[in-house]
């Protein structure tokens, strides 16, 4: 295998997803790319003052600090495998990605390794997003001499972690290979990637109840999360860095060894409802949604997460739905053929609500079974209220989010660029309406504001998409 092809291929994904993304929905305008850029860092200046305030003002001089370390360090596998579900299903979608060194002279693996370096970088980004601000207010308020363990508590376990998780993938692409059934990947991967959520959760959730516990009994806790913390304290530094070393120079020649030698594609067609509800151009849009990949990845991640909560007994109210509702930002895209079939596609405001009233559908279908289980399992219908309002809200604005950063075939990234701005912007009106501590009624109607502003632009930039996709067939 030849690094260098290895590098070379790797800036050529990175190259092609700049370039793609950069230039579609409102980023291929320069203003609009050098507005998100600014907001960007903004946000994430912003979110570094907001933790240095609160760890500062809470757990400054107190001693919890440390603690609190070591139970963001328990945390850190579950939050590298939610970037790493997200990443990979993402990249499920990336074909044109991957036919771009179909016809480079490299090899399978050497692919495989320009793919997962180029993932790994996608992976270091998401969680610099969840972590970079804990970790520079932590270092912040206790001096460069933190650093060591915020390293060691942070960085490495996260970085082990995505190799094991790319190892554990590649044994299961070969399982699938073995099997001849690799052209479900579309199906199974998602299934095994959010039964591994489902696993890590509660987990997770009991290692941090152990720190706590054990920090206040004044005992040791050890748990194989906390290897590389141990490791620094016990020997320091450097030696936990070559450990994580001889890690990494195992773990990274057994994914190439590992790595399937040819590529299968993907299988993306399943069929959920007759069609015989095309005969209405409501029920086309319905077939559309219900056949899409994004929703067999939803429903997927619902039911598991639906069987695993009943079996494990998690109380908790519906929140899972709202992932139905995230496959709304292709909704706009995956639908978009339908309106350039025929010569006078209807009027927008028509299509607008057969797009939202789709998802409405599949929300209802797939709403009942889980409240359902919900209330079976003691949870108020009152608590479920909440949540099927914030699905509506989150229907409106991921169909914005479709609309204006269209994603594309063999294109799925600029979604992340779209939802990444759209989560900024929400955290940050409902940071602004928790700070004037609102009456509850006045946050309601603040928010049915803004949704109706978010339906207001999505019709607005479908005419716009539907102008210029009409001036492109008379041209």
């Given at each position: 295998?030849?690094?260098?092809?290895?590098?070379?291929?790797?800036?050529?994904?990175?190259?092609?997803?700049?370039?793609?993304?950069?230039?579609?929905?409102?980023?291929?305008?320069?203003?609009?790319?050098?507005?998100?850029?600014?907001?960007?860092?903004?946000?994430?200046?912003?979110?570094?003052?907001?933790?240095?305030?609160?760890?500062?003002?809470?757990?400054?001089?107190?001693?919890?600090?440390?603690?609190?370390?070591?139970?963001?360090?328990?945390?850190?596998?579950?939050?590298?495998?939610?970037?790493?579900?997200?990443?990979?299903?993402?990249?499920?979608?990336?074909?044109?990605?991957?036919?771009?060194?179909?016809?480079?002279?490299?090899?399978?693996?050497?692919?495989?390794?320009?793919?997962?370096?180029?993932?790994?970088?996608?992976?270091?980004?998401?969680?610099?997003?969840?972590?970079?601000?804990?970790?520079?207010?932590?270092?912040?308020?206790?001096?460069?001499?933190?650093?060591?363990?915020?390293?060691?508590?942070?960085?490495?376990?996260?970085?082990?972690?995505?190799?094991?998780?790319?190892?554990?993938?590649?044994?299961?692409?070969?399982?699938?290979?073995?099997?001849?059934?690799?052209?479900?990947?579309?199906?199974?991967?998602?299934?095994?990637?959010?039964?591994?959520?489902?696993?890590?959760?509660?987990?997770?959730?009991?290692?941090?109840?152990?720190?706590?516990?054990?920090?206040?009994?004044?005992?040791?806790?050890?748990?194989?999360?906390?290897?590389?913390?141990?490791?620094?304290?016990?020997?320091?530094?450097?030696?936990?860095?070559?450990?994580?070393?001889?890690?990494?120079?195992?773990?990274?020649?057994?994914?190439?060894?590992?790595?399937?030698?040819?590529?299968?594609?993907?299988?993306?067609?399943?069929?959920?409802l007759s069609s015989r509800l095309a005969d209405r151009k409501f029920g086309v849009y319905i077939l559309?949604?219900?056949?899409?990949?994004?929703?067999?990845?939803?429903?997927?991640?619902?039911?598991?997460?639906?069987?695993?909560?009943?079996?494990?007994?998690?109380?908790?109210?519906?929140?899972?739905?709202?992932?139905?509702?995230?496959?709304?930002?292709?909704?706009?895209?995956?639908?978009?053929?339908?309106?350039?079939?025929?010569?006078?596609?209807?009027?927008?405001?028509?299509?607008?609500?057969?797009?939202?009233?789709?998802?409405?559908?599949?929300?209802?279908?797939?709403?009942?079974?889980?409240?359902?289980?919900?209330?079976?399992?003691?949870?108020?219908?009152?608590?479920?209220?909440?949540?099927?309002?914030?699905?509506?809200?989150?229907?409106?604005?991921?169909?914005?989010?479709?609309?204006?950063?269209?994603?594309?075939?063999?294109?799925?990234?600029?979604?992340?660029?779209?939802?990444?701005?759209?989560?900024?912007?929400?955290?940050?009106?409902?940071?602004?309406?928790?700070?004037?501590?609102?009456?509850?009624?006045?946050?309601?109607?603040?928010?049915?504001?803004?949704?109706?502003?978010?339906?207001?632009?999505?019709?607005?930039?479908?005419?716009?998409?539907?102008?210029?996709?009409?001036?492109?067939?008379?041209?």
């Open positions: 295998m030849r690094f260098k092809s290895v590098v070379l291929l790797s800036r050529l994904f990175w190259l092609f997803i700049v370039r793609r993304v950069l230039g579609r929905g409102l980023l291929a305008s320069p203003a609009a790319r050098l507005s998100t850029i600014f907001l960007l860092v903004l946000a994430f200046a912003g979110f570094n003052v907001l933790s240095y305030v609160v760890i500062r003002q809470y757990l400054g001089g107190t001693g919890l600090l440390e603690p609190v370390l070591q139970v963001a360090n328990a945390s850190v596998g579950f939050w590298v495998l939610i970037a790493y579900t997200l990443i990979r299903v993402l990249f499920m979608k990336a074909d044109g990605l991957l036919k771009l060194s179909f016809n480079l002279p490299v090899t399978n693996k050497e692919r495989t390794m320009a793919f997962a370096l180029f993932e790994s970088s996608l992976v270091l980004l998401m969680t610099v997003f969840v972590f970079g601000a804990f970790s520079i207010s932590t270092v912040l308020i206790e001096g460069p001499d933190y650093i060591p363990r915020v390293l060691a508590s942070i960085w490495f376990p996260a970085i082990s972690t995505y190799l094991l998780l790319s190892l554990g993938y590649y044994l299961l692409e070969r399982a699938l290979q073995a099997l001849r059934i690799a052209r479900l990947r579309g199906l199974i991967v998602p299934m095994v990637l959010v039964f591994g959520l489902a696993v890590a959760f509660p987990q997770t959730n009991e290692q941090s109840s152990q720190i706590a516990e054990s920090y206040v009994l004044g005992r040791d806790y050890f748990t194989p999360a906390l290897l590389y913390a141990k490791l620094q304290e016990a020997v320091g530094l450097w030696l936990s860095i070559l450990i994580l070393l001889a890690i990494s120079a195992a773990v990274i020649p057994a994914i190439v060894a590992i790595a399937p030698r040819n590529y299968v594609p993907m299988r993306r067609f399943f069929v959920f559309v949604l219900f056949r899409s990949f994004e929703t067999m990845v939803a429903i997927s991640f619902i039911i598991i997460y639906s069987v695993f909560a009943w079996l494990e007994h998690l109380v908790f109210p519906p929140y899972v739905l709202a992932l139905i509702t995230f496959q709304g930002v292709y909704a706009f895209s995956n639908s978009e053929p339908l309106r350039r079939m025929v010569t006078y596609p209807g009027r927008t405001v028509a299509n607008y609500l057969r797009l939202v009233g789709s998802q409405g559908v599949l929300l209802m279908v797939v709403g009942i079974p889980v409240i359902t289980i919900s209330l079976s399992q003691g949870i108020t219908f009152e608590a479920c209220l909440p949540v099927l309002g914030l699905c509506l809200s989150n229907i409106l604005i991921s169909t914005l989010v479709g609309i204006a950063f269209p994603p594309e075939k063999g294109n799925p990234f600029t979604v992340i660029m779209g939802v990444l701005l759209t989560v900024i912007v929400v955290m940050i009106v409902a940071l602004g309406l928790n700070v004037f501590n609102f009456d509850p009624m006045i946050s309601a109607g603040i928010f049915t504001a803004l949704n109706m502003l978010v339906v207001f632009y999505s019709i607005l930039g479908m005419r716009r998409m539907e102008r210029i996709a009409r001036h492109e067939v008379v041209a």
